[in-house]
């Protein structure tokens, strides 16, 4: 079986969950499209009352539950006032690196269901008014939001339906190149999320099952940081499918599937990861083993809300994490091989 086969249905499914606008919170529309993708291959999907989605998978033995975990939601901005002048002020959904945003498009989305589109902007924005233009510090001080509608003071935005509240959702700008890279905003960690939907493909099609009951859990909070705080107590052991970092003297690059051996919340578990560094090294994938000190996943979330499991860390590697994003398929392909290795599909 090659995996490569599935490489056109990996990227058309990150396409499908890429261009539906999920910051963190904002999780229904995402969602209802990966229920509507697993339930097509005839998979369950179970919606638990934090808005997660758990698809199950049955293995050979069903005496143990293994869960994967990759998240949908993203990092995005939320209103936070009108100005007198009709311009938006925000504060941020997760950690979105703000000078990245400056120009952006985005969308807001209000309560009752509109949308209006508009830009992302730093109130020096112009280079023939102010002289600060190209020095001007990029923060949620100094940016606004531009309204593609003819407003000119607060009246007018409240008029629109516009309050505090209201999600901003940034264009990812997703393209994937004849090279193979995939390029957007939040590969991390929609770009996980396609990988275990091609696994649940790959399974289908070839009639294979994992050792064990297997579960993918699609968290929704992640990168505000309770995405996997609860999880279901059958569960074992979870392994976090989420983006390898690359920089400084890290091993990982956009070609490899990342293995952590530590991030901001210590250690994760030795046998587990021993077993993922030793299955990537005796098949011959393109793996990298490194620490993550500024970075947290769904498996430090479970162990924070108390649950008996011990888990694990991968993904593929992504380079400019938390601004205009980029891998490779390469890591994708070796993310999932490492994943049917591990739950030793057969």
């Given at each position: 079986?090659?995996?490569?086969?599935?490489?056109?249905?990996?990227?058309?499914?990150?396409?499908?969950?890429?261009?539906?606008?999920?910051?963190?919170?904002?999780?229904?529309?995402?969602?209802?499209?990966?229920?509507?993708?697993?339930?097509?291959?005839?998979?369950?999907?179970?919606r638990i009352e934090k808005g997660c989605g758990i698809i199950t998978v049955d293995g050979r033995d069903n005496s143990r539950t293994v869960?994967?975990?990759?998240?949908?939601?993203?990092?995005?901005?939320?209103?936070?006032?009108i100005t007198s002048k009709g311009d938006l002020k925000f504060t941020c959904v997760g950690g979105p690196i703000l000078p990245t945003l400056d120009?952006?498009?985005?969308?807001?989305?209000?309560?009752?269901?509109?949308?209006?589109?508009?830009?992302?902007?730093?109130?020096?924005?112009?280079?023939?008014?102010?002289?600060?233009?190209?020095?001007?510090?990029?923060?949620?001080?100094?940016?606004?939001?531009?309204?593609?509608?003819?407003?000119?003071?607060?009246?007018?935005?409240?008029?629109?339906?516009?309050?505090?509240?209201?999600?901003?959702?940034?264009?990812?700008?997703?393209?994937?190149t004849e090279s193979g890279f995939l390029k957007s905003r939040f590969i991390d960690d929609k770009g996980s999320v396609a990988c275990l939907l091609t696994l649940l493909k790959i399974m289908k099609d070839n009639n294979l099952k994992p050792q064990y009951k297997?579960?993918?859990?699609?968290?929704?909070?992640?990168?505000?940081?309770?995405?996997a705080s609860y999880m279901p107590s059958d569960v074992k052991?979870?392994?976090?499918?989420?983006?390898?970092?690359?920089?400084?003297?890290?091993?990982c690059t956009e070609y490899d599937v990342s293995i952590c051996a530590k991030d901001s919340g210590g250690p994760y578990d030795y046998d587990m990861t021993t077993k993922l560094i030793?299955?990537?090294?005796?098949?011959?994938?393109?793996?990298?083993?490194?620490?993550?000190p500024r970075y947290g996943s769904d498996v430090g979330a479970a162990l924070k809300g108390g649950h008996n499991i011990k888990g694990a860390l991968i993904g593929p590697g992504v380079a400019a994490s938390h601004g205009m994003e980029r891998t490779h398929y390469s890591a994708m392909e070796n993310t999932i091989k490492l994943l049917m290795l591990y739950t030793d599909c057969k």
């Open positions: 079986m090659e995996i490569s086969n599935y490489k056109e249905y990996l990227f058309e499914t990150a396409k499908k969950i890429f261009a539906i606008d999920s910051p963190s919170g904002y999780y229904f529309n995402v969602t209802e499209e990966v229920r509507r993708i697993a339930e097509e291959l005839g998979y369950s999907f179970e869960l994967l975990s990759a998240h949908v939601d993203t990092l995005g901005l939320m209103v936070r006032s120009g952006e498009y985005c969308r807001i989305i209000t309560r009752d269901g509109r949308t209006y589109t508009g830009t992302i902007l730093c109130e020096s924005a112009a280079v023939h008014v102010h002289p600060e233009a190209s020095s001007s510090a990029r923060d949620e001080k100094t940016m606004y939001v531009r309204i593609d509608e003819q407003v000119h003071n607060k009246e007018d935005v409240l008029n629109l339906g516009i309050s505090a509240g209201d999600y901003i959702c940034i264009d990812p700008k997703t393209v994937v297997t579960k993918i859990f699609i968290s929704v909070f992640e990168e505000v940081g309770h995405g052991e979870v392994i976090a499918v989420d983006m390898g970092c690359i920089g400084l003297d890290l091993n030793n299955l990537a090294k005796e098949n011959n994938l393109k793996y990298a083993v490194d620490i993550y």
